[in-house]
């Protein structure tokens, strides 16, 4: 079974084989998935991808010319756990890749159950499981965190804040800090004009206006935005409020959602979104780096966040404001600052592109990557060449 997953390992091979695997099909981390796909396809790698067949992860990734095997795995651990990693490992036997980059946590359980370092393995949490659990759910992640790390030749970081909180908790190997990244092309900045002209399109009065993009679940924290925004409200009456996404916590959302807010589902025009925003708000409870404020940022819009992991690298001191998770009265505070001064909002959000287009452009976090692999490709042909002269 093991000499089954081995594939060839050349140092000087120009091309290489890699295996991407997410549970997740949707957002931030199939945004990222797709953001590695395209740069190793653009430089001849061949690009597999196992997912679920639900969302748009697979269509696109086959667009990008990934290959794509169908991977059926539910978000939470369970009983399925033992089968959704053996239905993995026929992939991994049909496939043959030279590294295997695991997304999230589901991919992560599975898919290192199964190689347990068989193969170059690279973790890439996207925000630690043992975060968005409480109670014994939360201790088994963590136990399984500690205890797999062992199975992974790096574990991925996407800000030193989530490698920092993975060290703190006991999570051990070999970490690399590589910072999320947006594109600088599809994410154009916008001013005032621009602003008004977009709010013509969706229809929307000129009103100060908050926009908070996010799939509607609690790790998202929309219902404490919801619960700060009357205060807003008490000091700018006018404000508006729209959230941009749909998920599981959609009907509690709107039974909290009061005057000046408006829910407009999953859209495919998140872009019009964030041109016409005077601020944008990331209320999250917990994040690795949310892609959302260096979306945000690329546009030139400031943006509010919670002091989740990664948010103050993102955002530093001159791109917005970073408030205590928590907190509702500095929320709203910041939030209603912004939205009363929107020539103070308009200055951080061009400090804002500023930041991105020096350190989250994309094209550099795709490249870190590609070269992570070549140096893991490198070690394990090192080490083989070792073993057999030993």
């Known amino acids: ?85 053996l239905s993995l490992g026929r992939i991994l036997r049909q496939v043959k890749p030279d590294l295997v980059h695991l997304h999230s946590s589901k991919a992560g359980l599975a898919g290192r159950l199964w190689l347990r370092g068989r193969l170059p393995t690279v973790f890439q949490p996207h925000a630690w499981s043992f975060d968005a659990a409480d109670g014994l759910v939360g201790a088994a992640a963590l136990a399984w965190e500690r205890f797999a790390a062992r199975w992974a030749d790096v574990v991925v970081c996407v800000s030193e804040a989530e490698e920092s909180r993975g060290r703190a908790a006991g999570v051990g190997g070999r970490h690399r800090v590589v910072p999320n990244g947006v594109s600088l092309g599809a994410w154009v900045a916008s001013g005032p004009r621009e602003r008004a002209e977009a709010r013509g399109r969706l229809g929307l009065e000129a009103r100060p206006l908050a926009v908070c993009v996010g799939r509607l679940t609690r790790q998202k924290g929309q ?117 009363r001064d929107t020539s103070r909002a308009d200055s951080e959000g061009r400090a804002g592109r500023s930041r991105v287009e020096a350190s989250f452009d994309l094209r550099r976090t795709t490249a870190a990557v590609g070269d992570l692999y070549a140096e893991l490709i490198e070690a394990r042909a090192s080490s083989s060449t070792a073993s057999t002269t030993l």
Not at 231 to 241: D, T
């Open 223 to 339: 219902d404490l935005l919801l619960t700060a925004w009357p205060r807003v409200r008490e000091h700018v009456p006018e404000s508006a409020l729209v959230l941009v996404g749909d998920g599981p916590e959609e009907s509690h959302i709107r039974e909290l959602a009061g005057d000046g807010v408006e829910l407009v589902g999953s859209r495919e025009d998140v872009l019009e979104w964030y041109t016409a925003a005077d601020v944008v708000v990331l209320p999250s409870r917990w994040e690795g780096m949310s892609l959302v404020p260096l979306e945000a940022m690329a546009c030139a819009r400031s943006v509010v966040a919670t002091d989740v992991s990664g948010a103050r690298e993102a955002i530093g001191d001159e791109a917005g404001a970073v408030v205590a998770l928590g907190d509702l009265d500095a929320l709203a505070e910041a939030v209603t600052e912004r939205l």
């Open 1 to 85: 079974m093991q000499d089954e997953l081995r594939a060839p390992v050349s140092a000087a091979r120009p091309s290489l084989s890699v295996l991407h695997v997410s549970q997740p099909t949707e957002a931030g981390v199939a945004h990222c998935v797709l953001g590695f796909i395209a740069d190793q396809r653009a430089r001849g790698w061949e690009v597999s991808l196992a997912a679920p067949h639900w969302g748009k992860l697979s269509t696109e990734a086959r667009d990008l010319g990934a290959r794509w095997h169908r991977w059926e795995a539910a978000r939470a651990p369970g009983p399925a756990t033992v089968p959704e990693s």
